[in-house]
């Protein structure tokens, strides 16, 4: 694995870091669209039952997004594989 620029990538350094040695610690995030705010970075490694009811529910969006979307994928290359075929 390629070691990280925390320069280039500091939450990506936090992150891989608290993954590394589970010592928490919070990460600082710095955005123009909303005020400074700190993450406990045990927030990012928290269970899916942990997790608050909206953020289980974006969670499962999301899954049955990428379901939807890879099904789609298949059945457009199952359709072009039989093309060729012809």
């Known amino acids: 694995m390629d070691k990280v620029n925390s320069k280039m990538d500091p939450m990506g350094r936090a992150i891989a ?3 590394k040695t589970k010592k928490a610690s919070k990460l600082r995030v710095f955005s123009p669209m909303f005020e400074e705010d700190e993450i406990p ?8 039952d942990s997790m608050p009811k909206i953020e289980r529910k974006a969670l ?3 899954r049955l997004l990428l379901e939807v979307k890879f ?4 059945r457009i290359s199952a359709t072009f594989s039989r093309m060729r075929k012809v």
Do not use: C, G, P
């Open 71 to 74: 099904s789609a994928i298949h």
């Open 17 to 19: 870091d608290y993954h």
């Open 41 to 48: 970075l045990t927030t990012l490694f928290r269970s899916y």
């Open 60 to 62: 499962d969006l999301a």
